[in-house]
């Protein structure tokens, strides 16, 4: 199959002219750099896994917010290692970039060898649901850098027509998603591309397969790990909604990683112990005057300026923004419980759950903690130990500024001045941070998958801007497991001592309703009644007596008149004639 395929770089180079061109005049090359730029973030790539690149296109930042401004983000990678079981040596093996990537485009093809020089795999491809209609005189001032009003239509056409062509082109038998109505993983007439009802899907993949470059990044061989990126985002109207504020400055990541091993790899081989780490560089404006943070109950990492203005993003008019990692979904790991679900491609799963942020590292200047060595083993040896929360150097484990040992550095809260925040030992200047994930079992064959969510704040000075951000997360984190968490089964029977459960709400925090789950070992008679922090009664939703086994009772955000309920915490109290009572506290948002 034959189709157009340009290169917005050489795009880029050849209007920095402003001269008119035609189409006839860009030459057809492969995609190895793009954006998603549908909404107030502009975020690049590259298609060898180094990601917020390629700065030569936005100054020296590869994430833009707002728009036309500055920066946020200067890098940032997926960095894995583990013990490969594999009949090679050496067993500790890492990978993945940091600065300089171990990896290359292109998928593992059929043979365990690197995709060929026209395997679709090797570009990068972007579609919009609108493309068709869209007015897309701001998106190539975006890509270009250049004023609207100097867009030419010639501009516009090209990228219409590239659009078009990756649309119906769109790769879905080697990965690329797609919507499968009838979920029998074919993309079968009529389902369209694209992933969760996105506005603009960005999709490419890369592998380590290439000893040379793997071997220059921490020293160790080719796994054979093929990483499929899907970047997704949302423009909704701006009607003044918290929700559409904060999807409107966020983009949504995708990591599914695929163990398909190299040529010599046994089909018994298998990765143990294996962890993830989301690799940032943010530099907030100006570089050397940041500060980092960690959220454990957001599972986040964040940057913001260390003070009230940044000389960037002074010249703006513009307080220093935040800027946000938070973890959506871990990967998928057994569990004991038959009341835990997993997700895995926006499904439940019964008897699994999803591992949590396990870590949180931050590399910030002036401090004796030095960044993984390139070029050699010793990188592998001590990005391992990051990946763990262990000092680099030396295998120990790291400890906050009173001599306890933790897992996540930073995890204090700005806002309030409380716990360990950046500032008590090191001053202001250029920071990095790996959130991690792990441990978790890799077999050859296998494939996990983690989802992330890259939120921005803007408020009135750099703290209201972390503020801002906290809150945004809080939506994003809500929105993602009510609306795009597709099923949700109801549980069987527990095996739980208790006549009587009342389980967690799900979702919790929730947007616009949540599932309230009742279980009863026989019938029996129960009310339910949600209550505000006040203690008084705002609705009653049930009152009556209630078959055996599981009930499912939804509650809209609503009082008993039907009124919207505003933001805040709420409690769910649950009695029964088993002369028990049970509370679930709920988190509504608006």
């Known amino acids: 199959m034959t189709f157009l395929r340009f290169s917005l770089w050489a795009f880029f180079i050849t209007v920095q002219l402003f001269s008119p061109v035609s189409s006839a005049s860009f030459s ?55 013990a490969v079981k594999d009949g090679q040596l050496p067993e500790l093996r890492a990978g993945g970039g940091y600065y300089i990537p171990g990896t290359v485009p292109g998928r593992i093809a059929p043979g365990n060898q690197k995709a060929g020089a026209d395997d679709p795999s090797l570009r990068i491809w972007r579609i919009r649901r609108d493309w068709e209609t869209a007015d897309l005189t701001p998106e190539v001032a975006s890509l270009l850098g250049i004023p609207p009003q100097q867009v030419t239509q010639d501009q516009i056409n090209m990228l219409r027509e590239e659009y078009r062509q990756n649309w119906e082109n769109w790769p879905s038998h ?54 499929q990126v899907t970047i997704w985002a949302y423009n909704p109207p701006d009607d003044g909604s918290d929700l559409n504020k904060a999807l409107r400055q966020t983009i949504f990541k995708r990591y599914r990683i695929i163990y398909k091993g190299t040529k010599g790899t046994p089909d018994t081989a298998r990765i143990e112990n294996m962890y993830l780490g989301q690799f940032v560089d943010p530099d907030v404006g100006y570089y050397a005057d940041d500060f980092l943070g960690c959220d454990t109950l957001l599972q986040m990492g964040y940057a913001y300026n260390a ?77 391992s130990n990051i990946l763990r929360s262990l000092y680099p150097m030396n295998g120990m484990p790291i400890e906050d500024p009173e001599g306890n040992p933790t897992h996540f550095m930073l995890a204090g809260d700005p806002l309030t001045q409380y716990g360990w925040i950046d500032g008590i030992e ?59 968490i597709t099923n949700v089964p109801p549980l069987d029977e527990p095996q739980h001592p208790k006549d009587f459960i009342l389980r967690a709400p799900v979702p919790n925090p929730f947007l616009e309703r949540t599932n309230l789950r009742v279980h009863l070992r026989k019938p029996a008679f129960v009310r339910l009644t949600v209550y505000n922090v006040l203690g008084q ?46 509370v679930q506290k709920i988190l509504l948002l608006r």
Not at 43 to 60: D, H, I, Y
């Open 28 to 82: 057809a090359s492969q995609v190895d750099s793009s954006a998603v730029n549908i909404n107030l973030i502009q975020f690049w790539v590259t298609g060898n896994g180094l990601l917020a690149e390629p700065r030569q296109m936005s100054g020296k930042w590869g994430l833009i917010f707002p728009p036309e401004t500055a920066g946020l983000i200067f890098t940032e990678s997926l960095i894995w290692a583990g």
């Open 537 to 582: 009664t705002v609705r009653e939703l049930v009152a009556r007596y209630l078959p055996a086994g599981t009930t499912h009772i939804l509650w809209d955000g609503r009082d008993r008149f039907g009124v919207r309920l505003p933001s805040g915490c709420y409690f769910v109290r649950l009695e029964s004639d088993y002369e028990t009572i049970q």
């Open 307 to 383: 003070t009230t203005a940044d000389t960037v993003y002074q010249r703006f008019g513009l307080a220093p923004p935040a800027i946000g990692y938070t973890l959506l979904q871990g990967p998928l790991v057994a569990s004991d419980s038959q009341e835990d679900f997993g997700y895995f491609d926006f499904r439940a799963i019964r008897n699994r759950r999803n591992l949590p942020m396990t870590s949180f590292w931050a590399k910030r200047t002036g401090s004796a903690m030095g960044d993984p060595q390139l070029h050699s083993y010793e990188g592998t040896l001590q990005i």
């Open 174 to 227: 080697i990965g690329a998603p797609f919507e499968d109505l009838n979920s029998n993983g074919i993309r079968d007439p009529g389902e369209k591309p694209g992933l969760a009802d996105a506005d603009q899907v960005l999709w490419f993949v890369y592998s380590d397969l290439d000893s040379s470059r793997a071997n220059n990044l921490f020293g160790s061989p080719p796994i054979g790990l093929e990483i």
């Open 426 to 484: 090191l001053p202001p200047g250029d920071r990095r941070f790996l959130l991690c994930t792990g441990p978790f079992t890799l077999a050859v064959g296998d494939t996990q998958e983690i989802i992330l969510a890259i939120v921005a704040g803007s408020g009135s000075d750099h703290l209201a801007s972390l503020a801002v951000l906290k809150h945004f997360v809080r939506y994003i984190r809500s929105y993602f497991f009510s609306q795009l």
